[in-house]
Structure formats: C-alpha cells, structure tokens
C-alpha cells in the first residue's frame, strides 16, 4: 500500500477519494492520509469529516510532512491546478483511473491524471499531466488533451481533437471532431464548440460563441 495525501477539500477531492476506494476495492493499492488545503471551507470539513477523512493542513506544509506519499492534485480549476503542479515533485504524482471508466487501446494518461467512474477514452488518446476527467466524460479516438486539462461530467471531446492546457470543457459540452482549443480556454456547459478557439476565452451556447475574455480561473 502505498500512502496517499490528496490536494483540495472541495467537491472533487471527495470524489477522488470515490476513486481511490474503488481502486482499492479490487486491489489494496493507497492508503489515504488525508487531504491538503490552504483555505478549505467549513462545510468541505465537515464533508470530509463524514467520510471518516480529515484536512491535515496547508498544502506546502502536508507535502512537507508525507515525503515518501504520492500526492493527487484535486482541484477541479484547471489554472489553480496548474499552479499547485509546479509545487509537487514530478515523481510524487500519482494517476487514479477508476475501474469503472473505460480506456481504450493504446491511450496514455499521464501522472497525476483522475479519471472518474464512467468515464469512456477511446483509442488512441492522449491525456496529459494532471487532467481530469469527471463522472461520464468522454473523448474521441486520437484526441490530445495537453496537461491539466478538465473534461466536466457528461462532456464530448470528439476524436481527432487537440486541447491545449489547462482549458476546461463543461457538463455537457460538446467539442466537434478536429477542432483545436486554445490553452486556457473555457467551455460553458452544454456549449457546442463548432470551430477552433482561440487561447483563454469563454464559449457559450450552440453553436459556441465568445463569451468574454476572461483571467478568471473557472472551477468544476
Ligand atoms: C460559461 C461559464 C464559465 C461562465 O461563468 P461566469 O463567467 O461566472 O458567468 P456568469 O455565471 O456570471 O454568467 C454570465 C452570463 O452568461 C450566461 N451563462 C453562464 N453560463 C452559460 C452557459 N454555460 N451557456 C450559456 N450562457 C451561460 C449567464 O446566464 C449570464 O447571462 P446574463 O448576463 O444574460 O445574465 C460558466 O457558467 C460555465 O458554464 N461553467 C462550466 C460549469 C460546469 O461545467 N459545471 C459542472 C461542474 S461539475
């Protein structure tokens, strides 16, 4: 068993820790130790509380004290996430793909990467360093997702579809095949993203139409 400390309190750190257990459930792999955050919020405690988990600090001050721990960056912002990547050394980063999720032949994940219950990666794909891919999300054959990518529930990258990092595709969305999304770019849910998008906007609607330019980090 290898010892595991989680970065982020929020929504998807619990459900990481869904992942985690179910890894565990077919095979005794992780030991979690707990879960870093430098400013959770009362109720993310109180969550984590009722799951038998507890927050064990900050997060330079956690790395700090669980040298030997993988480590799996929970944060659903893909920005944030980027940030937080470059205070974890490479080899302590841990990939977590649920054994619900469906991964097709000769498709990479690289390390630090969630992949969620349900969630289906076809052939042929590339994900990058710390992507995630929440409950459902699906993404098309010879697909790249560069790292910290974001695939919200229930969303479609469609095959042959490059995406830059650190951009977030939400619920529901849809990217056609081919298209090339800008690094940092948002994708508002149930969006149909129809034509390549440039780096950093926001798409809305159907067919996708420039929201505004924004610096604002969208979380899952
Ligand atoms: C597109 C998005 C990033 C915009 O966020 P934001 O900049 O905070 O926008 P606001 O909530 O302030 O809304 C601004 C306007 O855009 C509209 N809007 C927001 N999201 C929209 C969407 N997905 N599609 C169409 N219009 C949207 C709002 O209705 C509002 O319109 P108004 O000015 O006419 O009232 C966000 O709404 C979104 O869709 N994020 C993805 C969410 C997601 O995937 N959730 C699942 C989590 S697991």
Redesign the pocket.
């Known amino acids: 068993m290898r010892d595991l400390v989680i970065l982020g309190a929020g929504g998807f750190a619990r459900e990481t820790l869904d992942v985690v257990e179910a890894i565990n459930a077919v095979a005794p792999t992780y030991t979690v130790r707990g879960f870093a955050d430098d400013a959770p919020r009362d109720l993310a405690l109180q969550r984590l509380s009722e799951r038998g988990h507890r927050h064990l600090g900050g997060i330079d001050e956690v790395l700090t004290a669980f040298p030997d721990a993988g480590v799996v960056i929970a944060v ?1 912002a893909p920005v944030q996430r980027a940030a937080l990547a470059s205070r974890v050394e490479d080899d302590r980063a841990v990939t977590l793909v649920h054994p619900g999720a469906s991964i097709g032949s000769r498709t990479t994940i690289a390390a630090g990467s969630v992949v969620c219950a349900g969630a289906l990666v076809s052939t042929n794909v590339r994900i990058g360093r710390h992507g995630h891919l ?1 409950p459902g999300a699906i993404v098309g054959h010879d697909s790249v997702l560069d790292d910290a990518v974001s695939v ?2 229930g969303a479609v990258v469609s095959g042959d579809v490059h995406i830059e990092a650190q951009v ?1 595709v ?2 529901n969305a849809v990217v056609l095949q081919g298209l090339r999304i800008g690094e940092g770019a ?1 994708i ?4 149909c993203v129809t034509k390549d998008a440039p780096p950093r906007v ?1 798409l ?2 159907v067919p996708a139409r420039v ?2 330019t ?1 610096g ?1 980090s ?1 979380s ?1």
């Open positions: 659903g929440n919200n529930p977030l939400g619920a948002t508002g849910a149930a969006a926001t809305v609607g929201h505004q924004t604002k969208h899952s």
